[in-house]
């Protein structure tokens, strides 16, 4: 696969963000807490589970250190610094994408797991479980606002491409 196709998955993957905690804003803190039936347990149990994996991800392609020590990690108890640092985290990963040429994407990324286990893996493949994992858990969240008062905003990749791209609105 080559870079311009991960960059475009980077964008969606914000344009995709920014939509969901616009509507989750809206929700109280209660609501946002909330213990539901999802693998992570609320809304703010899974936006945080996204926010931990993308940060160990990043660091691994970076070759840099981090600070995750579980996928199930509260990184932030509060939705207003959830937000924040999800929109820092965005920005990072579409500089660390559009960084990455088609050499870079074609190697092996080498890293240690959040166990301790060794592992290699092609820097395409990690990416594409990236934008793959983040869109299989905004729509758990997706289902978990589908729970409340806030109505889940679409999603779909399609609609982020027309609102893109004149040429492919209906």
């Given at each position: ?13 914000r ?57 199930d ?8 610094s ?89």
């Amino acid at each position: 696969m080559d870079a311009t196709y991960f960059r475009m998955l980077a964008r969606y993957n914000r344009w995709a963000n920014e939509r969901l905690y616009a509507a989750c804003a809206k929700l109280s803190p209660e609501e946002f807490a909330k213990e539901r039936r999802a693998f992570f347990g609320s809304i703010k149990g899974t936006l945080n589970h996204l926010l931990a994996g993308d940060r160990a991800w990043m660091a691994r392609i970076e070759g840099t250190a981090h600070d995750i020590r579980s996928y199930d990690q509260i990184l932030f108890d509060d939705f207003a610094s959830l937000a924040r640092a999800r929109t820092m985290d965005d920005a990072r990963l579409i500089a660390l994408v559009d960084d990455l040429g088609d050499d870079e994407l074609s190697s092996v990324l080498y890293y240690t797991t959040i166990s301790g286990a060794r592992s290699e893996t092609p820097t395409d493949l990690v990416l594409a479980h990236v934008f793959n994992h983040q869109t299989h858990h905004r729509g758990q969240v997706h289902d978990q606002l589908s729970q409340t008062d806030v109505a889940p905003p679409p999603l779909d990749l399609i609609f982020y491409l027309r609102e893109k791209t004149p040429a492919l609105r209906p």
